[in-house]
Structure formats: C-alpha cells, structure tokens
C-alpha cells in the first residue's frame, strides 16, 4: 500500500512537471515570437504551433493528474470512501470538460496566410 502512495505521488509531480516545463518552453517561444514581430516579421503560424504545444503539455499534465488521483481514491480506506468517490467523480469531469474544451480549440486551425 505504501508504495501505491509513493507512485501516486510520483505520478503527480510528474503531472505537475510536464505542465511547468510546457509552460516555461511555451514562455521561450513566446518571446522569441514576439520579439520576431517587433521585428515586422509575420508570427500568425508560430503563436498557432506555440498555443498547440502549450495545450499538449497541458493536457499531457492533466492526464497525470487524473491517473494520480484515482490511485490515490482507490487506496482510501475510510467511512468516507463514498463521498470521496463522488469528490473524484467531480473532479474528473471538470478535468475532462477542461480537456475536452483544449482539444476541441487545438483541432480549431484558422486559415493562415504567410
């Protein structure tokens, strides 16, 4: 049982790690593009690739989290096993509607012209 606890643990800082490394790649790129549009150079393409990594990242990271928690609901052994259970439930579904919403936008790609 303690190990179920250590690889819980584990899979949520990893959930944790692949978001903040998404986010600090995606700050990179995001500067390194508007510094090409000071520049007069067109960037449309580049914050579209930048906004499908971000949200790869973020939904990778979710899918961590998620994992993280069922393991960690199904190891409980207390009276509360039920509401606890309806407390994951719920986060699951905001989880999911967040990742569906992101995939739903990343599969929206405006037309472009560069």
Not at 54 to 80: K, P, Q, S, V
Not at 84 to 102: E, F, K, M, P, Q
Request: a negative charge.
């Amino acid at each position: 049982m303690e190990l179920l606890h250590h690889t819980s643990f584990a899979i949520s800082v990893l959930g944790a790690l692949v978001i903040a490394y998404g986010v600090l790649v995606g700050l990179l790129h995001f500067v390194r593009s508007e510094v090409h549009a000071m520049h007069g150079v067109k960037v449309d393409a580049e914050r579209r690739d930048l906004r499908h990594m971000l949200g790869y990242y973020l939904l990778l990271g979710l899918e961590f989290l998620i994992a993280a928690d069922i393991i960690d609901t199904l190891m409980e052994r207390t009276l509360n096993g039920f509401n606890d259970l309806i407390a994951l439930g719920i986060i699951i579904v905001i989880r999911t509607i967040i990742s569906w919403s992101l995939n739903t936008e990343l599969k929206v790609v405006p037309d472009v012209k560069n």
